[in-house]
Protein backbone atom coordinates (compact mmCIF):
# COMPACT_ATOMS: atom_id res chain seq x y z
CA UNK A 1 0.00 0.00 0.00
CA UNK A 2 1.11 3.28 -0.07
CA UNK A 3 -0.22 7.10 0.28
CA UNK A 4 -0.32 10.24 -2.19
CA UNK A 5 -1.67 13.43 -1.76
CA UNK A 6 -1.64 16.42 -4.05
CA UNK A 7 -2.19 20.23 -3.06
CA UNK A 8 -2.54 22.56 -5.63
CA UNK A 9 -2.98 26.57 -5.68
CA UNK A 10 -1.93 29.80 -7.20
CA UNK A 11 1.17 29.55 -5.87
CA UNK A 12 2.25 25.81 -7.18
CA UNK A 13 1.67 21.89 -6.74
CA UNK A 14 2.59 19.96 -4.13
CA UNK A 15 3.28 16.20 -4.32
CA UNK A 16 3.33 13.88 -1.44
CA UNK A 17 4.13 10.28 -0.65
CA UNK A 18 5.44 7.97 1.72
CA UNK A 19 8.08 5.52 0.84
CA UNK A 20 7.38 2.21 1.69
CA UNK A 21 6.68 -0.77 -0.39
CA UNK A 22 4.96 -3.92 0.55
CA UNK A 23 4.09 -7.67 -0.76
CA UNK A 24 0.38 -8.05 -0.24
CA UNK A 25 -1.92 -11.58 -0.76
CA UNK A 26 -4.72 -12.32 -0.03
CA UNK A 27 -5.44 -14.37 3.01
CA UNK A 28 -8.68 -16.30 4.63
CA UNK A 29 -9.14 -15.24 8.15
CA UNK A 30 -11.95 -17.87 9.27
CA UNK A 31 -12.92 -17.05 12.90
CA UNK A 32 -13.33 -13.47 12.58
CA UNK A 33 -16.81 -13.88 12.73
CA UNK A 34 -19.01 -15.00 15.69
CA UNK A 35 -19.54 -19.07 14.26
CA UNK A 36 -17.51 -19.72 12.05
CA UNK A 37 -18.45 -23.25 11.50
CA UNK A 38 -20.24 -24.54 8.08
CA UNK A 39 -24.01 -25.46 9.33
CA UNK A 40 -26.86 -27.46 7.60
CA UNK A 41 -30.62 -26.48 7.63
CA UNK A 42 -31.03 -27.57 10.92
CA UNK A 43 -28.65 -25.70 12.48
CA UNK A 44 -25.88 -28.39 12.95
CA UNK A 45 -22.45 -28.42 12.17
CA UNK A 46 -21.35 -29.90 9.30
CA UNK A 47 -18.56 -32.33 8.79
CA UNK A 48 -16.37 -33.85 5.99
CA UNK A 49 -15.76 -37.16 4.86
CA UNK A 50 -12.85 -38.17 7.56
CA UNK A 51 -14.99 -36.30 10.48
CA UNK A 52 -13.28 -32.54 9.92
CA UNK A 53 -15.64 -29.83 10.83
CA UNK A 54 -15.98 -27.58 7.96
CA UNK A 55 -15.97 -23.69 7.84
CA UNK A 56 -18.51 -21.40 6.70
CA UNK A 57 -17.27 -18.30 3.71
CA UNK A 58 -17.62 -15.40 4.52
CA UNK A 59 -16.64 -12.55 2.19
CA UNK A 60 -15.49 -10.47 4.60
CA UNK A 61 -13.09 -12.67 6.17
CA UNK A 62 -10.90 -12.58 2.89
CA UNK A 63 -8.31 -10.12 3.40
CA UNK A 64 -5.36 -8.44 1.72
CA UNK A 65 -2.67 -8.89 4.41
CA UNK A 66 1.07 -7.81 3.74
CA UNK A 67 3.51 -10.40 4.35
CA UNK A 68 6.53 -8.21 3.41
CA UNK A 69 7.41 -4.11 3.95
CA UNK A 70 10.12 -2.56 2.49
CA UNK A 71 11.29 1.02 2.95
CA UNK A 72 13.20 3.79 0.63
CA UNK A 73 11.20 3.12 -2.35
CA UNK A 74 10.95 5.84 -4.72
CA UNK A 75 7.17 6.57 -5.71
CA UNK A 76 7.68 9.97 -7.27
CA UNK A 77 9.30 10.79 -10.78
CA UNK A 78 9.63 13.41 -13.48
CA UNK A 79 7.65 11.89 -16.05
CA UNK A 80 9.09 14.68 -18.71
CA UNK A 81 10.55 18.38 -18.65
CA UNK A 82 12.14 20.71 -21.23
CA UNK A 83 13.58 24.07 -20.16
CA UNK A 84 16.31 26.00 -18.83
CA UNK A 85 16.86 26.94 -15.20
CA UNK A 86 13.93 29.55 -14.37
CA UNK A 87 12.45 29.11 -18.00
CA UNK A 88 11.40 25.59 -18.01
CA UNK A 89 8.71 25.40 -20.89
CA UNK A 90 7.14 22.18 -19.85
CA UNK A 91 7.18 20.17 -16.75
CA UNK A 92 5.65 16.67 -15.57
CA UNK A 93 5.98 14.93 -12.52
CA UNK A 94 3.84 12.18 -10.81
CA UNK A 95 3.46 10.04 -7.84
CA UNK A 96 2.14 6.03 -7.99
CA UNK A 97 0.15 3.76 -5.77
CA UNK A 98 -0.51 0.10 -6.13
CA UNK A 99 1.51 -2.14 -7.84
CA UNK A 100 5.01 -1.20 -7.11
CA UNK A 101 6.75 -3.05 -10.05
CA UNK A 102 5.93 -4.09 -13.74
CA UNK A 103 7.63 -7.33 -14.96
CA UNK A 104 10.35 -7.34 -12.64
CA UNK A 105 11.16 -3.55 -13.12
CA UNK A 106 9.95 -0.91 -10.36
CA UNK A 107 7.77 2.55 -11.33
CA UNK A 108 10.22 4.68 -10.99
CA UNK A 109 12.25 3.07 -13.86
CA UNK A 110 9.54 2.63 -15.92
CA UNK A 111 9.00 6.30 -15.99
CA UNK A 112 12.75 6.75 -16.77
CA UNK A 113 12.34 4.97 -19.46
CA UNK A 114 9.38 6.65 -20.69
CA UNK A 115 11.47 10.08 -20.25
CA UNK A 116 14.19 9.05 -22.19
CA UNK A 117 11.97 8.04 -24.96
CA UNK A 118 10.28 10.97 -25.23
CA UNK A 119 13.62 13.09 -25.07
CA UNK A 120 15.06 10.97 -27.91
CA UNK A 121 12.23 10.41 -30.28
CA UNK A 122 12.28 14.52 -29.83
CA UNK A 123 8.89 14.49 -28.59
CA UNK A 124 7.38 18.44 -28.10
CA UNK A 125 4.69 18.78 -25.82
CA UNK A 126 2.19 21.59 -25.55
CA UNK A 127 -0.28 20.24 -23.24
CA UNK A 128 0.51 18.41 -20.33
CA UNK A 129 -2.52 15.82 -21.18
CA UNK A 130 -0.33 14.96 -24.07
CA UNK A 131 2.28 14.02 -21.85
CA UNK A 132 -0.53 12.04 -19.63
CA UNK A 133 -1.85 10.21 -22.48
CA UNK A 134 1.76 9.06 -24.04
CA UNK A 135 2.69 7.67 -20.58
CA UNK A 136 -0.75 5.57 -20.16
CA UNK A 137 -0.17 4.48 -23.68
CA UNK A 138 3.65 3.39 -22.58
CA UNK A 139 2.73 1.70 -19.53
CA UNK A 140 -0.59 -0.17 -20.15
CA UNK A 141 1.29 -2.98 -21.87
CA UNK A 142 3.51 -3.88 -19.54
CA UNK A 143 0.74 -3.49 -17.24
CA UNK A 144 -1.08 -6.04 -19.55
CA UNK A 145 2.26 -8.10 -19.47
CA UNK A 146 2.52 -8.19 -15.58
CA UNK A 147 -1.13 -9.20 -14.74
CA UNK A 148 -1.85 -11.73 -18.04
CA UNK A 149 -4.56 -9.96 -19.14
CA UNK A 150 -4.74 -11.38 -22.50
CA UNK A 151 -5.68 -15.00 -20.81
CA UNK A 152 -8.05 -13.60 -17.63
CA UNK A 153 -11.27 -14.29 -18.43
CA UNK A 154 -13.12 -10.71 -19.24
CA UNK A 155 -15.37 -10.92 -16.30
CA UNK A 156 -12.20 -11.34 -13.89
CA UNK A 157 -10.84 -8.33 -15.61
CA UNK A 158 -11.62 -5.53 -13.07
CA UNK A 159 -10.34 -7.69 -9.99
CA UNK A 160 -7.23 -7.07 -11.80
CA UNK A 161 -4.12 -5.47 -9.12
CA UNK A 162 -4.51 -1.92 -10.54
CA UNK A 163 -1.85 0.37 -11.21
CA UNK A 164 -2.42 4.23 -10.30
CA UNK A 165 -0.68 7.94 -10.87
CA UNK A 166 -1.31 11.55 -9.47
CA UNK A 167 0.27 13.78 -12.10
CA UNK A 168 0.47 17.41 -12.33
CA UNK A 169 2.21 19.10 -14.96
CA UNK A 170 1.86 22.07 -17.42
CA UNK A 171 3.08 23.00 -21.10
CA UNK A 172 3.32 25.81 -22.95
CA UNK A 173 -0.49 25.98 -23.97
CA UNK A 174 -1.76 24.94 -20.58
CA UNK A 175 -3.54 28.32 -18.95
CA UNK A 176 -2.54 26.67 -15.17
CA UNK A 177 -0.88 23.68 -13.81
CA UNK A 178 -2.89 20.42 -13.96
CA UNK A 179 -3.44 17.36 -11.93
CA UNK A 180 -4.77 14.23 -13.24
CA UNK A 181 -5.06 10.77 -11.76
CA UNK A 182 -4.50 8.22 -13.82
CA UNK A 183 -5.33 4.37 -13.54
CA UNK A 184 -3.80 1.63 -16.35
CA UNK A 185 -6.53 -1.03 -15.38
CA UNK A 186 -9.41 1.27 -16.17
CA UNK A 187 -7.55 2.94 -19.26
CA UNK A 188 -8.43 6.55 -17.51
CA UNK A 189 -7.03 10.04 -17.15
CA UNK A 190 -9.16 12.32 -15.28
CA UNK A 191 -8.96 15.94 -14.66
CA UNK A 192 -8.89 16.80 -10.92
CA UNK A 193 -9.70 20.82 -10.13
CA UNK A 194 -11.05 21.23 -13.77
CA UNK A 195 -13.39 24.01 -12.52
CA UNK A 196 -11.95 27.35 -11.54
CA UNK A 197 -10.16 28.15 -9.91
CA UNK A 198 -8.42 25.15 -10.53
CA UNK A 199 -7.06 24.48 -6.98
CA UNK A 200 -7.85 21.59 -3.95
CA UNK A 201 -6.76 18.66 -2.85
CA UNK A 202 -6.15 14.76 -3.75
CA UNK A 203 -4.99 11.66 -2.60
CA UNK A 204 -4.94 8.05 -3.87
CA UNK A 205 -3.76 4.63 -1.81
CA UNK A 206 -4.23 4.43 1.65
CA UNK A 207 -6.30 7.14 3.00
CA UNK A 208 -8.33 7.23 5.35
CA UNK A 209 -6.57 9.83 8.14
CA UNK A 210 -6.23 11.94 5.37
CA UNK A 211 -9.55 12.14 4.09
CA UNK A 212 -11.00 11.96 8.23
CA UNK A 213 -8.87 15.26 8.07
CA UNK A 214 -9.62 17.09 5.04
CA UNK A 215 -13.04 15.85 4.86
CA UNK A 216 -14.39 15.42 8.89
CA UNK A 217 -15.20 11.40 8.14
CA UNK A 218 -13.01 8.55 6.92
CA UNK A 219 -14.28 6.65 3.78
CA UNK A 220 -15.07 3.43 6.19
CA UNK A 221 -17.04 5.26 8.68
CA UNK A 222 -19.12 6.91 6.00
CA UNK A 223 -19.82 3.83 4.47
CA UNK A 224 -20.77 2.42 7.30
CA UNK A 225 -23.37 5.34 8.69
CA UNK A 226 -24.36 5.56 5.34
CA UNK A 227 -25.61 1.83 5.37
CA UNK A 228 -26.81 2.17 9.00
CA UNK A 229 -29.30 5.08 8.50
CA UNK A 230 -30.46 2.59 5.05
CA UNK A 231 -31.24 0.29 7.42
CA UNK A 232 -32.61 2.40 9.96
CA UNK A 233 -35.13 3.94 7.49
CA UNK A 234 -36.25 0.44 6.39
CA UNK A 235 -37.00 -0.61 10.13
CA UNK A 236 -38.91 2.88 10.93
CA UNK A 237 -41.21 2.26 7.74
CA UNK A 238 -42.09 -1.43 8.73
CA UNK A 239 -42.36 -0.43 12.94
CA UNK A 240 -44.87 3.16 10.87
CA UNK A 241 -47.04 0.65 9.06
CA UNK A 242 -47.23 -2.09 12.02
CA UNK A 243 -48.19 1.05 14.18
CA UNK A 244 -51.06 2.12 11.52
CA UNK A 245 -52.14 -1.48 11.17
CA UNK A 246 -53.28 -1.94 15.08
CA UNK A 247 -54.23 1.82 15.57
CA UNK A 248 -56.93 0.78 12.61
CA UNK A 249 -58.03 -1.81 14.21
CA UNK A 250 -58.42 -0.88 17.99
CA UNK A 251 -60.55 1.81 16.02
CA UNK A 252 -62.49 -1.18 14.58
CA UNK A 253 -61.57 -0.23 10.79
CA UNK A 254 -61.98 -3.55 8.88
CA UNK A 255 -58.35 -4.11 7.14
CA UNK A 256 -58.17 -7.01 4.58
CA UNK A 257 -56.67 -10.26 5.50
CA UNK A 258 -53.83 -10.02 4.05
CA UNK A 259 -52.99 -6.21 3.88
CA UNK A 260 -50.90 -5.67 0.80
CA UNK A 261 -48.81 -2.06 0.28
CA UNK A 262 -46.07 -0.73 -1.50
CA UNK A 263 -44.56 1.90 0.33
CA UNK A 264 -41.69 3.45 -1.01
CA UNK A 265 -38.85 4.78 1.35
CA UNK A 266 -37.97 8.48 0.67
CA UNK A 267 -34.15 7.87 1.83
CA UNK A 268 -31.97 10.83 1.60
CA UNK A 269 -29.40 11.08 -1.90
CA UNK A 270 -26.93 11.80 0.79
CA UNK A 271 -25.41 13.01 3.79
CA UNK A 272 -24.27 16.50 4.76
CA UNK A 273 -20.79 14.66 5.55
CA UNK A 274 -18.96 17.82 5.06
CA UNK A 275 -20.34 19.48 7.66
CA UNK A 276 -16.75 18.53 9.61
CA UNK A 277 -14.54 19.86 7.40
CA UNK A 278 -12.20 22.34 8.72
CA UNK A 279 -12.45 25.64 6.34
CA UNK A 280 -9.02 25.70 4.41
CA UNK A 281 -8.23 28.66 1.40
CA UNK A 282 -6.36 25.72 -0.46
CA UNK A 283 -5.71 28.12 -3.59
CA UNK A 284 -4.50 30.94 -1.59
CA UNK A 285 -1.88 28.88 0.52
CA UNK A 286 1.32 30.26 0.59
CA UNK A 287 3.67 27.78 -0.70
CA UNK A 288 5.61 26.66 2.23
CA UNK A 289 1.84 26.29 4.05
CA UNK A 290 1.07 24.17 1.19
CA UNK A 291 4.59 22.01 1.93
CA UNK A 292 3.70 21.99 5.54
CA UNK A 293 -0.04 20.24 4.82
CA UNK A 294 1.01 17.88 2.05
CA UNK A 295 3.50 16.72 4.61
CA UNK A 296 1.23 16.55 7.77
CA UNK A 297 -1.48 14.59 5.60
CA UNK A 298 1.47 11.66 4.31
CA UNK A 299 2.62 11.87 7.64
CA UNK A 300 -0.67 11.98 9.59
CA UNK A 301 -1.25 8.84 7.84
CA UNK A 302 1.98 6.95 8.77
CA UNK A 303 1.77 7.75 12.10
CA UNK A 304 -1.91 5.90 12.34
CA UNK A 305 0.01 3.24 10.61
CA UNK A 306 2.74 3.08 13.30
CA UNK A 307 -0.04 3.06 16.21
CA UNK A 308 -2.73 0.62 14.72
CA UNK A 309 -2.88 -3.45 15.07
CA UNK A 310 -1.16 -5.18 12.17
CA UNK A 311 1.91 -4.21 9.90
CA UNK A 312 2.05 -0.73 8.71
CA UNK A 313 1.92 -0.54 4.82
CA UNK A 314 2.26 3.20 4.70
CA UNK A 315 5.17 5.01 6.44
CA UNK A 316 9.06 5.52 5.90
CA UNK A 317 10.74 8.84 5.15
CA UNK A 318 7.62 11.01 3.47
CA UNK A 319 9.39 12.85 0.34
CA UNK A 320 7.76 16.18 -1.00
CA UNK A 321 7.97 17.64 -4.55
CA UNK A 322 7.33 21.22 -5.79
CA UNK A 323 6.26 22.63 -8.94
CA UNK A 324 5.89 26.03 -9.92
CA UNK A 325 5.67 27.19 -13.30
CA UNK A 326 8.49 28.25 -15.23
CA UNK A 327 11.14 26.04 -13.21
CA UNK A 328 12.29 22.54 -12.47
CA UNK A 329 10.36 20.26 -10.76
CA UNK A 330 12.04 19.99 -7.28
CA UNK A 331 12.49 16.95 -4.69
CA UNK A 332 12.74 18.85 -1.29
CA UNK A 333 15.35 17.95 1.05
CA UNK A 334 16.09 14.75 -0.51
CA UNK A 335 19.05 12.87 1.41
CA UNK A 336 21.97 11.48 -0.29
CA UNK A 337 22.64 7.40 -0.26
CA UNK A 338 25.62 6.85 2.19
CA UNK A 339 27.71 4.35 3.20
CA UNK A 340 27.46 4.02 7.04
CA UNK A 341 29.15 0.94 8.17
CA UNK A 342 32.71 1.38 7.03
CA UNK A 343 34.23 -1.75 9.26
CA UNK A 344 35.77 -2.16 12.44
CA UNK A 345 39.15 -0.95 12.03
CA UNK A 346 39.54 2.08 14.65
CA UNK A 347 43.31 3.85 13.51
CA UNK A 348 42.35 4.00 9.54
Known amino acids: MTTNVVVATFHGVVLGCDSLSSIVEKAYFPFRTPDALARDVDGNPMFDAQGRPLLAFSDANFVATPTNVMGGVQKMFVLFEVGEKDDVECSVAAITSGLGTLNGVVIAEIANKFRRSARSSGKAYKKAEEVVSDFLTFVRPLWEQQTGFAAIDEAMRPMLDDLQFLISGYGPDDDYTKVFRVSVQQE ?40 AVIAAFDTHRQSIVTEVLDQLRKQGVQVPEPFEAEIQAQVP ?79 A
Request: with cysteine; hydrophobic share 45%; charged share 15%.
Open 188 to 227: SMLEEFADPPHCSAAWAGQSSAISSLMLGISPDARWGVGR
Open 269 to 347: GDLPWGEGAPMMDLANLPVQSAVDLVSTLVNAESAIQKFAMGIATVGGRTRIGLMRRGMPFAFLNEPEIIHHHVGYNHD
